[in-house]
């Protein structure tokens, strides 16, 4: 199969009706803080094990269409021995695979950052493809403050999530945007729009300028909400009105699928407020999940490290899928929460 036919066929499995991409790509120190939430120690074995029971998830495949991975999993095998990538597609979900090497300060702007990795990600995406991994992510973040992000910070973000992009798509490998604008801070929900939209702006004009095919990429965005310590939260209603007003103003039609983080919402809002926006008019592309905590906080504290609640977990993590499955069709209501479907 040609680059173009690879990266087509991986974008129809992953947009499919009614279902959604599962973020488990939780860097080390991330999932340390998870384990931590719930007593368990983050060893190597307990990741595996917690990682297993993700992808033995009976029926995953019912609502998530793609899983996206950590580098020390797409290296891990389950108890009897098969690799975890491999697990996945045998569930009839794509393993991909989180590229970036983390965050840090940008220089000359204070208060912004900048993600590392692009250095040698030619190589490192040979050997994640030779693992099965057939999708990439990469997150750059933007802080909401007074004097932040500033114009630099927005360029020199779009500028590299473009570069990163054109270089999955020239190894066949489809590339997930991800330009998260943090929900940290007071600002109210304009103040979110406003800088969401000059991100989102400023990431298409260099992906453009970068050349990279919008039919063959995903891109990860954040809802636009108020900060996490503004007085008043909104509800799904205007978070989807502000949301797709501010996506319709600056994502091609070209782009065939949104798939939104989490951020820091809880389970249940993050799937009213992705219902809320596909009972709006039909829009250019679908509007999906990507979530990370949204999907795995009730799966995880549900386990708890015991081997003996591993099913539980499962039907909280499948659970959870299958209301974010709703949601993608418009078809949600929180009732369905302890109906348990
Ligand atoms: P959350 O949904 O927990 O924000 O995680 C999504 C993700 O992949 C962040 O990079």
Redesign the pocket.
């Known amino acids: 199969m040609n680059t173009q036919d690879q990266l087509q066929a991986t974008i129809e499995l992953l947009v499919q009706k009614g279902k959604g991409i599962l973020?488990a790509?939780e860097s080390s120190p991330t999932i340390a803080k998870r384990f931590d939430a719930i007593g368990v120690e983050s060893t190597e074995e307990q990741r595996r094990r917690y990682r297993s029971l993700i992808l033995e998830t009976p029926n995953l495949s019912d609502y998530i269409s793609g899983i996206?991975l950590f580098e020390e999993t797409l290296g891990q095998q389950t108890d009897d021995g098969t690799p975890l990538p491999e697990l996945a597609s045998r569930q009839g979900v794509v393993p991909g695979i989180k590229v970036d090497k983390g965050k840090g300060s940008l220089a000359n702007a204070p208060g912004d950052e900048i993600t590392r990795g692009l250095d040698g990600l030619e190589q490192r995406l040979e050997g994640y493809q030779a693992q099965g991994a057939r999708f990439a992510?990469w997150?750059n973040v933007y802080h909401i403050s007074d004097r932040t992000p500033s114009r630099l910070a927005v360029e020199a973000n779009a500028e590299m999530l473009a570069r990163y992009a054109a270089i999955c798509q020239a190894q066949g490998i489809v590339p997930i945007v991800?330009p998260e604008v943090l929900m940290d801070g007071e600002h109210d929900i304009e103040r979110c729009a406003e800088v969401s939209e000059a991100v989102l702006h400023e990431l298409f004009h260099a992906l453009h300028r970068h050349r990279v095919v919008l039919e063959h990429a995903l891109l990860k965005p954040n809802m636009v909400t108020p900060g996490k310590a503004h007085a008043n939260r909104a509800d799904p209603d205007e978070v989807a009105q502000q949301t797709v007003r501010i996506l319709r103003r600056t994502v091609p039609a070209a782009l065939p699928s949104i798939n939104f983080?989490?951020?820091g919402q809880s389970p249940e809002e993050a799937t009213a407020n992705l219902n809320a926006m596909n009972c709006l008019a039909p829009q250019p592309w679908e509007l999906s999940f990507?979530?990370?905590?949204?999907l795995q906080q009730p799966a995880l504290q549900a386990w708890g490290g015991k081997p003996e609640q591993v099913a539980a977990a499962q039907a909280a993590l499948y659970q959870r899928a299958q209301l974010n499955g709703a949601a993608r069709r418009g078809e949600y209501v929180s009732s369905m929460e302890s109906a348990g479907s």
């Open positions: 973020a790509d996206i992510k997150r991800e983080l989490s951020g990507s979530y990370g905590r949204a």
